[in-house]
Every structure is written in C-alpha cells, then in structure tokens.
C-alpha cells in the first residue's frame, strides 16, 4: 500500500533542455518527481541494459556493507521501484520504501515492503525509528542535500548504519573513457529507444551534482555520522559510501 504524504501531480513528460543550467532547489523537485514519474514504467527495463545488469550486485553489495543485525528496521530513501526493500524483505529484515516520484511507487515490485510518498527532507517517521537507510542512485537528486542528510540522521538511532549507492568516476583511464563515452551517449540513445528520450539526456548531466568524497565526510560529519568510508564498485563505476549515526548532536 502506498502512503502518499505530499499532494500534487507532475506534469507530463521531463521538459529538460539538455543545454540548459542544471536546476537548484525547488526547480530540481520539480524537474526530478516529473521525470521518474515518466520513466517509471520501463525504469528497470532500462537500468538492467544501461548498466549490462551490473546494478543487481551493487545493490547485493551495498546492503552487505549496512552490516544489518537480524530483523533490523531499514528505511529505502528514494527507493524507485523497491529493488533494495525487496532485497532487504527476503532477508528477512522491516524495509519501509520511500520515493518523491508517485509514478515509481506505483510501478514498485518491493516484496510487501510498505511504500510512502515523501520528500527525503521532511521524512514522516518519528526520531531515532530506523536501524539503518539505504538509498540507491538518488543522492544527486535530492533537491537539498545537507537538509537530506539532517534528516537521515534524526531518523536513524545512535550507532545506526548508512549506505548510500550512486554512480562513481573509475580511476583506470581506459575504462573511465569508456565509461564516459556510454554515459553520455550510450544511456541516452537507448533511453530513446525504450522511454523518455530527456530523461536519459539528464542522467548523465545530474553526475555533476554528487559531491567529492571529502565533501561527502564533510556534509556528513555535519549531519551527525562518522566512520565515513568509500567503496568502489566494479573499478569504480559504481560507488558506495557508508557512515554510522554517532551518539553527539549534528553541528549543522
């Protein structure tokens, strides 16, 4: 059952001028919950061909890393069509999906896992709920990203685990040429083909949003976590940073 806790309907269709300034703020929610929102139906159709399935053990590998106590209680934060809380379901733990995009939780395959509508800023779960949060490919599209990260923080106990999955930079240069090379015009050609053609032309663009490593240590020393570590995938084609909550108050 899907719990819609944000009002409103996206428009049709992405309406991104590639040649445009990448979006900011509200701009960006907008942008963002109307492009999954057209994407969703083929969404995994796509992401199995862009990424020639390698993001079914990235998704292994990232749940892996959360080092999860048995029956923990794990929030899925930007959770598209479940495949983590679904994954996370089989394992026997209690994973609650939560997505901006209405159009992905309805188009969601999560096991049973509960979805909730939600902004990953203002997230409807009480203090201190969560033994752990996973995200999956969305931290370059949350609209605001410190304020994000704040809330993962509150909404996870002290000593709780963070992982969060998103596409990396690989340091071979062979491999990152031919890593950009797909990215850039790869992804959108078969974007075309099998969904939306302005979608998949932003994907690769919305890379620029990630923050550095040590930019990431620092957002999320801010938020309230340490232990932050960084875990390359596939010679780093994908990549994973995980944090743990600390038991001190965030300084941002």
């Known amino acids: 059952m899907i719990k819609a806790t944000q009002s409103g309907s996206s428009p049709d269709g992405v309406g991104f001028d590639a040649a445009a300034a990448l979006p900011e703020g509200k701009d960006k929610q907008v942008l963002v919950r109307s492009m999954f929102d057209s994407i969703a139906p083929r969404y995994d159709l796509v992401n199995g061909l862009m990424t020639f399935g390698l993001d079914t053990p990235w998704r292994r590998r990232t749940i892996e890393l959360l080092a999860l106590s048995p029956a923990s209680v794990v929030l899925d934060v930007g959770c598209g069509t479940g495949d983590l809380a679904r994954s996370l379901r089989r394992q026997g733990h209690h994973a609650v999906g939560v997505d901006l995009s209405l159009g992905m939780l309805k188009a969601a395959h999560a096991g049973g896992a509960p979805l909730v509508q939600a902004d990953a800023v203002a997230l409807p779960f009480p203090t201190e709920s969560a033994d752990a949060v996973v995200s999956g490919f969305a931290v370059r599209n949350f609209a605001d ?29 062979l491999l990152r040429l031919g890593h950009r090379v797909w990215f850039t015009h790869g992804v959108p050609m078969i974007g075309a083909l099998f969904s939306d053609a302005a979608a998949y032309r932003y994907l690769p ?25 960084h875990h390359p995938m596939s010679g780093c084609i994908a990549q994973c940073v995980t944090a743990t909550r600390s038991d001190e108050e965030p300084t941002a």
Do not use: K, Q
Not at 145 to 167: I, K, W
């Open 145 to 173: 990203l410190p304020g994000t990260l704040l809330e993962l923080g509150r909404v996870l106990r002290p000593g709780g685990s963070l992982a969060l999955l998103e596409v990396g930079e690989p340091h071979n240069w």
């Open 205 to 229: 663009r919305s890379v620029a949003y990630l923050p550095s490593f040590a930019e990431f240590v620092t957002l999320l020393a801010r938020a309230g976590f340490n232990d932050v570590r």
